[in-house]
């Protein structure tokens, strides 16, 4: 008989979270902890979403998304998980640019940014101090019109090299392009600014175990393997969630799903008014990415000098096209020092590669075209690394590529998106309860509430909510 | 609970919030913002900690009504009179 992995599963809870990415496990342990009975339901076998990582025979441990989050990652932690978490949020400081426009390294803050905005690219001081002040008053609820195109051409007319100075990392980040409302630029570029990039130390793997622990303590139950097919409505409000054969009733759902994939195969358009289907369905999804994993020998050294973040590209010119594009020109190498896992003892020097990648490139592709492009895919980054990493041919002891169907796979996003909606999602996102009374979603959308901090703080928002709904 | 009490209630929530603030020169005619480093994320723990520690509710539309000491007690005193002080 197959493990039954809803044992033990009681036949009723105040909240159901669907989905164990960031929101939704900041949502499930807000909610325990504020003395709710909550269940969390992940389809994969293991927690995080895309926040994850895989292991690989003789010890490589690979993270997908880690390096790296703003500054405010360190107050959302301590407040909303435990000072633990937050005592080991770390800065990066090796953040490198490299194109046939320009090369620099920066520690990827305003003041670097205003020094090499005026020393290098010959902006003057009184502009660059407008053009952040600008990004920094920007809010979510502001004119959307402007686009970060328009931005840029406001503060630097005709300078390319400093759209892509501005803009590359912030696609990296969470995939937005210069044709999305600059308010979704403005607010992502200025969290980061504030004090630079961090990650977490000790690995995706050692965060996701700490906040497991805590839910836990926390009274939240947890069930892996245990995908949502249905939920089921009465009267407008939630009723209950189906996962196979099984119905558990609930008071409230968050749904941490793809936000498409809750509305119309979860809940059902018939659930739903006619306009709120029209606005739901004209949200797009955002990219979904390719990704290179890397890994150098046991007794291999890589400088630190290298950089952590590396930014490049051997495109003339930044265009959103060309980012897309099979015919990949940037990328962004994410290089894991063996202070990743301090308390590893396999000193490991690991590199990701990322770049963003459409759905339709990869998803028609036969078996044999499909595995074709993957390999191509690695030779062709491991070539690109050599610049950064000499005789990398040599050194990469082990290659992996992951694709927009690998992405789809883990998570079930839409088109396997790996930055969830476009900025029209977040709306739809919200009007959800006022849909289905107890209906929430929580998780990467509009751009704004993307990445690592995005994620969390919504998760936080969304628990707001379904708070004062439940105490009602 | 008294407005004097209310305000007392508000300063200890906001010493957990910004536990490196010094809240002892707070002007409360001035906004917030203006005073210390507070986002819209800071806001909303202000919220919820009302709501856990008084189950007093302040709904999304009313939040511009917590921009300074001075407005925040005055539009929590109706919610709150009734509470015991602690």
Redesign the interface.
Known sequence: MPRDFLKGVKQKYDVIVIGSGLAGLTSANILGR?GYDVLLLEQHYKLGGMATWFKRPKGHIFDVSLHGFPY?MM??CR?YWCQEIADRIVPLRGVLFDNPQFTLKTTYDRESFTELLQSKFGVEAATIREFFDTARGMNFYDDQQLTTKELFERFFPGRNDITRLLMEPITYANGSTLEDPAITYGIVFSNFMSKGVYTFQGGTDLMIGLMKDELEKNGVDIRIKSPVDKISTENGRVKSVHVGDREIECRSVVSNANLLTTIFKMVGEEQFDKDFVEDAKAVRVNNSSTQVYMALGPDDHLDRDTGDLLFTSTAENFETDLLLSRDVTSRTFSVYYPDTRPHDKRQRHLIVSSTNARWEDWADLDDEAYEASKQDLIETTIDALDKYVPNARERVIFSEAATPRTFYHYTRHHHGASFGTKFEGLPVSQALPTQISGLFHAGSVGIIMSGWLGAI?YG??VS?EV??LL?K | MTPAEIRAAIIEILETIAPDEDLSNLDDAKEFRDQMELDSMDFLDIVMELRKRYRVQVPEEDYANLVSMQSTVSYLEPKMADLPAE
């Open positions: 504020a405010g107050k959302s407040r703080n936080v928002i707001n708070d004062q105490m």
